[in-house]
């Protein structure tokens, strides 16, 4: 019986050899596709999840009343840790961490720059990082020890034990290496390639700012049975205990758990908005179980489309006894095994797709093989599906009556509302609603990219002030200038695409006591404006050489200006954090962060400054000569000076691009969604193409027969579908509006919705169905009428 059973089965398959093969590749591009994005959501909620701590481990965040609003934010100051650990019992440990910068590490004949962090010595037992050699409780105690990556100990020692080796961080200290650790994972919010002891830093004068320096990462350990609820009280006005500032400013620290560290860290007003990359995991989930549907609904369509010729095979079972169960059993298990043959080829399909897909997304995923659970997911996902695709069909062939089958009489061929209608409308909406979302994600994309930056990006490079660099500042830019390199060279804090500074508490003349704003921070020696190639509406830039009191000399921007309400601005004094500047210049605005977002008042600080560095070197290169030549002309310079690292320069414009990344590959992901739900689709509209022919065959032939033209009959048919994706538009146009009005909230700086952009949509989704059910249409105007006529 069974043995039977899969024997038709099998048989039916074949049988139909188109319809299965269309079946076939819709399931399989559709759940391959679904297979891609539910890997990239499990490896978004994986984050930090390896942890043996992470129910106990939660992030320090800082809650400031600003304007009116709460403000909130992940970094506070070094000094916060240890009064964790002091003053709450609750909390097991307190560990901070600080960037170590990109270093030159050596040992021997061997350099290497790597990048790592500065980490309290509870570091490794609090994060679950596996160490291969040396004890995580004591690898971090000495201030001279480092934890090596086992990547950066091959590189440094080769297959040598690297264990108690001595290297040298930045041709200075002498460290001894006291742990290695495996590799880091990719799903971790941690980017290191060794650690240093947090006792290790040698602060500047003025650098540490105690209370008032909130630029650290901190972390706390709960102890074992301790809850949030009994914490988060004590640690509410914690900094208010130690600052005054805090105090008056009602200050308030609160934690947040590790799980929500990567999906969730979206706050307005102070309290957590749902919002964050939380928002694209439920897009994306949901469009995984959209383009399943789809594929879903095509086998539904196809199946029912075939109702004609399996209804008698249906009548002749029940009449000589098969019972309703064994009918939809039957049917379902023809549906599972096209489920099993496209689960087949859709593994094939994501493991082809998985390179251009990692590099498409940034991420390193991957099925792994060797797990029972990733067999076992494969197994109910196929099972999932197939019922899925095949319930509809088995109760809607199982319910033929044997009276009405074998006398021919159960079609509702003309019927206003079908099922299948139903379906390949929501196919459609899901595909228009993907067009227009696409369109407008490429739109605010082009938006931003268009926008004034208000510097000039062209031949603009800058290189970090690693080793000698700052030593030899003045003999580099003396030479890269006479040289015919460079036009123009400053040095700046970070660089001109990146903001490392911001704070309150400025003061001026006139100054409402209630104003905090906060300011973004900027440093430079001279000549930031013809390097830059900054707008002056005021003043001057700075120039050390004929004014030497620029060293306190301040440039402001528009947005600053607007702020401190100055009428004529040259000449005043603004006092911030110890220092009173005076006003020499004042600049349109240039983005500095996020080109999505309002320009901030910005203060660019002259070469006195205690509580920035100089980090960067920026340069205007020559543009009357070849990029190339400039570059290798340049690194010569630099290797004359700086000879024990590489000349690593960055141009400013790919830097600039990269803030779009995100946006362009959410644009990229979209479109190509967009078109495997279009391409399912329209595998759906041929099926009902297909049963719409099938059916009225005989129609067709006795209007050829009075005269009906092979356009009119295709034009007939067509409508029908034409009708369809026009309610798919109707529905899918609003839905899409809200989605995308919503989406482009989260952006101070946005573009509007224009109306050609639905009407884009709706043409492209009107002449892509047709194009679709044309083939059908004209097969059936161009039939022979005789051979319709003649068919029972």
Not at 111 to 120: C, E, H, L, M, W
Not at 351 to 378: E, V
Not at 546 to 565: G, Q
Not at 692 to 711: C, D, Q
Request: charged share 20%; net charge positive; aromatic share 12%.
């Amino acid at each position: 019986m069974i043995r039977n059973f899969f024997k038709v089965i099998y048989r039916n398959t074949l049988r139909n050899k188109g319809v299965s093969a269309i079946n076939i590749t819709g399931l399989a591009v559709g759940m391959a596709a679904a297979i891609l994005i539910l890997l990239w959501i499990q490896d978004e909620h994986s984050y930090d999840e390896f942890h043996e701590n992470k129910d106990r481990i939660y992030e320090v965040w800082n809650r400031v009343p600003f304007d009116g609003k709460l403000s909130s934010w992940n970094t506070v100051s070094a000094l916060t840790a240890p009064a964790v650990e002091k003053d709450l019992p609750e909390v097991e440990r307190a560990v901070r961490v600080k960037s170590a910068g990109s270093s030159l590490l050596s040992s021997g004949d061997k350099k290497i720059i790597k990048s790592g962090i500065r980490v309290d010595t509870g570091f490794l037992q609090m994060f679950s990082f596996p160490m291969l050699k040396g004890n995580p409780s004591t690898a971090l105690n000495g201030t001279y020890s480092v934890v090596l990556t086992e990547k950066t100990a091959k590189s440094l020692f080769g297959d040598e034990d690297a264990m108690g080796k001595i290297l040298k961080i930045e041709n200075s200290d002498n460290f001894t290496v006291t742990g290695i650790l495996k590799d880091l994972p990719a799903n971790t919010r941690f980017n290191f390639e060794y650690l240093l002891p947090w006792s290790s830093i040698k602060y500047r004068e003025g650098e540490d700012l105690g209370w008032n320096d909130n630029s650290t990462p901190t972390y706390v350990m709960l102890k074992p049975n301790v809850t949030y609820a009994s914490v988060a009280p004590k640690i509410k006005e914690l900094k208010q205990k130690y600052s005054d500032e805090a105090k008056m400013l009602k200050w308030e620290l609160f934690i947040y758990p590790i799980n929500r560290w990567r999906l969730y860290s979206s706050f307005s007003n102070g309290v957590e908005d749902n919002g964050g990359r939380i928002i694209f995991v439920k897009i994306f989930g949901i469009i995984a179980g959209l383009i399943l549907l789809i594929a879903c609904v095509n086998f539904m369509n196809l199946s029912t489309a075939r109702s004609e010729k399996r209804a008698k095979e249906v009548g002749i079972r029940k009449v000589v006894g098969a019972q309703k169960s064994s009918l939809i059993s039957q049917f379902i298990g023809e549906s599972v095994f096209v489920a099993l043959l496209a689960g087949i080829a859709a593994i094939i399909i994501v493991q082809l797709s998985l390179p251009a897909y990692n590099q498409l997304t940034d991420k390193k995923l991957f099925l792994n093989f060797g797990s029972i659970h990733t067999w076992a997911t494969f197994i109910g996902f196929i099972l999932f599906t197939g019922l899925l695709a095949g319930s509809y069909p088995a109760f809607f062939l199982s319910s033929f009556q044997p009276v009405k089958v074998l006398k021919g009489t159960f079609k509702k061929a003309n019927a206003l509302v079908t099922p299948r209608k139903v379906l390949v409308v929501l196919q459609f909406t899901c595909a228009i609603a993907l067009i227009i979302c696409t369109i407008i994600v490429k739109q605010q994309i082009n938006y931003a990219l268009n926008r004034e930056t208000g510097y000039n990006k062209d031949n603009l490079v800058y290189h970090f002030m690693t080793g000698d660099i700052n030593k030899n500042y003045a003999l580099i830019k003396k030479e890269l200038l006479e040289s015919g390199v460079a036009k123009s060279i400053t040095k700046t804090n970070s660089p001109l695409t990146e903001r490392w500074s911001d704070g309150w508490g400025q003061s001026w003349e006139g100054k409402n006591e209630d104003d905090k704003t906060s300011f973004d921070r900027y440093l430079s020696d001279e000549g930031l404006g013809a390097t830059a190639g900054l707008q002056f509406i005021q003043g001057r830039d700075f120039n050390l050489k004929e004014f030497p009191t620029d060293s306190t000399a301040l440039i402001i921007n528009e947005s600053a200006l607007k702020v401190m309400k100055f009428k004529d601005p040259i000449g005043k004094t603004v006092q911030d954090l110890g220092i009173e500047w005076h006003i020499v210049g004042v600049i349109k605005d240039f983005i500095l962060t996020s080109p999505y977002e309002s320009t901030r008042p910005i203060l660019i600080c002259g070469a006195k400054s205690t509580f920035m560095s100089f980090q960067v070197m920026q340069i205007k290169l020559n543009g009357n000569n070849s990029t190339a030549e400039n570059l290798g002309k340049a690194e010569a310079i630099f290797k004359k000076y700086n000879p024990e690292y590489p000349f690593d320069y960055k141009f400013v414009d790919e830097a600039y691009a990269q803030k779009f990344d995100n946006e362009k590959r959410q644009g990229t992901l979209s479109a190509l969604f967009a078109g495997l739900t279009i391409f399912i689709s329209c595998l759906g509209l041929f099926g009902l193409a297909t049963y719409m022919a099938e059916n009225r065959i005989k129609e067709i032939g006795v209007r050829k027969v009075l005269g009906a033209s092979v356009a009119n009959i295709a034009t007939l048919l067509s409508k029908d579908f034409v009708k369809l994706v026009f309610i798919s538009f109707v529905v899918a146009g609003p839905l899409s509006y809200w989605c995308m009005h919503k989406w482009l909230q989260g952006y101070e700086y946005r573009v509007s919705i224009q109306w050609w952009v639905f009407a884009v949509a709706c043409f492209l989704s009107v002449t892509i169905a047709i194009l679709t059910v044309s083939y059908e249409a004209i097969k059936a105007a161009l039939a022979n009428p005789v051979k319709s006529l003649g068919k029972d």
